[in-house]
């Protein structure tokens, strides 16, 4: 893990504030995760873009099925906080067992519902951190559009 107070660097150089500073919030709600079954630790940071942010933690269940990850977690409270008009412009992502862990793809399709398609998402990967739009980690986000 990359202590908090350090810059992360990802393949284009090192993370601007902003996006530091939401990997520190997603680095602290780990700390809150509940994962005694795998002891997968992860948090999640969301910059919304009403200016407020929101995180979320992993919280693990016997039944693998029913565990909800941090992402999830996150933008659940972010709907319940602010509403359904809510929109993401940003994503941080945080593992303290310092594995790989981009979004999974149940992820990827909950936050597609909210998340503006330029928004950076930074999470951690093989060599460092990464960040991409999202519109390139989820390039065919299921759409049902009622006529």
Known sequence: MV???QNTSHSNGP??????????????????SYAPYSGFRVGAAL???????????????VSYGLT???????LVQAVSEFGPQIR???VAIANLNEAASPPCGACRQVLAEF???EAPVVFPAAGGMR?????????????????
Do not use: W, Y
């Not at 993370?15 to 809150?32: C, F, P, V, W």
């Not at 909800?68 to 996150?74: L, N, Q, S, W």
């Not at 960040?131 to 006529?147: D, G, H, N, Q, R």
């Open 15 to 32: 993370l601007d504030a902003a996006l530091e500073s939401l990997l520190g919030m997603a680095r602290q709600a780990a700390l809150h």
């Open 47 to 61: 910059r919304l873009t009403n200016g407020e942010t929101v995180t979320g933690t992993n919280v693990e269940n």
């Open 68 to 74: 909800i990850c941090a992402e999830r977690a996150a």
């Open 88 to 90: 993401v412009e940003a």
């Open 115 to 117: 998340i503006l398609p």
């Open 131 to 147: 960040v991409m739009p999202f519109s390139a980690l989820m390039p065919l986000a299921f759409e049902m559009k009622l006529k």
């Open 3 to 5: 202590p908090a107070d």
